[in-house]
């Protein structure tokens, strides 16, 4: 079946833009993650959503990062004036539960390049 | 979490059995054992997890030892493919942020022709 997708895979734009990214996860999963990965770093967690709500923010960096999902479906991860330390792989999971040991499943990323 | 401890690297030849090996001397009682890979510019793929049996699925087996301390992920075959950093995590059973997965620096596996 079809797996976590994210669009766009690459995104290149200005410091001082807003970038929108996008998470489509598997469907029938109530959880969905977003996580970042800068170069040769771990895994960073931003955010976690339980059907539509984010019952933990607790990652996201500063106020400039905002996420929603809606229809307990698609999310977007917003980052408004960018700045060059946002460059980084932003990865997106969805679980079928959340919590537990709930197995997570990755999409293949969006890389995002501020200059 | 309990932490893992992994070699840095290995390598293994195509079409041999490559075991990576995983240290987690602290594990609790309710930990799970995780194994993901990250081939390279691609997200995270899952790989099996495990509690205390060892596990088999259609991409590799999953040992665990007896006092859990340690476990070893197969991967029976190996192909080219399989190049990638292999990450061990243990995951508490419920509870808390468990959800937070986090990973370490990871085994980088080259599978050689």
């Known amino acids: 079946g079809a797996g976590v997708s994210q669009s766009p895979s690459n995104k290149v734009t200005e410091k001082g833009k807003d970038v929108e990214l996008r998470c489509d996860p598997i469907?029938?999963?109530?959880?969905l993650y977003w996580y970042r990965q800068s170069l040769g770093q771990g895994l960073e967690f931003l955010i976690y959503?339980?059907?539509?709500?984010?019952?933990?923010k607790s990652g996201l960096p500063s106020d400039r990062f905002s996420a929603e999902r809606t229809g307990g479906s698609v999310s977007t991860l917003t980052i408004q004036r960018t700045q060059q330390e946002d460059s980084a792989v932003y990865l997106c999971?969805?679980?079928?539960?959340?919590?537990?040991?709930?197995?997570?499943?990755f999409g293949p990323g969006t890389r995002l390049t501020v200059l | 979490d309990a932490k893992t401890t992994q070699p840095p690297s290995m390598d293994c030849a195509e079409g041999r059995a490559a075991n990576l090996p995983c240290n987690h001397s602290?594990?609790?009682?309710?930990?799970?054992v995780y194994w993901y890979r990250q081939i390279h510019s691609q997200g995270p793929q899952y790989i099996i997890h495990?509690?205390?049996n060892n596990e088999t699925n259609e991409m590799a087996s999953l040992i665990i030892t007896e006092d859990r301390k340690s476990s070893t992920l197969i991967l029976p075959h190996a192909t080219l493919r399989d190049t990638a950093v292999y990450y061990c995590?243990?995951?508490?059973?419920?509870?808390?942020?468990?959800?937070?997965?986090?990973f370490g620096k990871g085994t980088l596996l080259t599978v050689n022709p």
């Open positions: 999971a969805s679980s079928l539960y959340g919590g537990g040991t709930d197995t997570q499943y």
């Open positions: 469907s029938g999963h109530t959880a």
């Open positions: 959503f339980q059907g539509n709500s984010a019952p933990d």
């Open positions: 602290t594990i609790s009682g309710n930990e799970y």
């Open positions: 495990g509690l205390k």
């Open positions: 995590i243990v995951r508490v059973g419920s509870g808390g942020s468990n959800y937070k997965l986090t």
